[in-house]
């Protein structure tokens, strides 16, 4: 597991902001379902990659999670990955 990571390792305040949702996928990462949500995955995260305040997110060396067991309690892996962190709220806010 890697981890992309820009800036600086704390900001000031020597604090960091990290929001953590986590998801279960209604089928498995390669179902025909989930077509539209994979083709997104990767503007999805280069966005995120170029946006101010960006910090880190979950990956593997070519840059995705999908093949990841992000939760040693996630058998079946249908927990999707936490989503990137973020310097401050209002980095979160202005990426949208």
Known sequence: MTAAHHGSSLVP?????????IARLRAPINDTLLVDFVALLQPVNAAADAAPGFRWRLQDESGDATALLAFEWDA?????????????????????
């Open 13 to 21: 305040g020597g604090v960091e902001l990290a929001q953590v949702n």
């Open 76 to 96: 079946d892996g249908s927990a999707v990955p936490p989503p990137p962190t973020s310097e401050d709220v209002r980095s979160i806010v202005q990426s949208d």
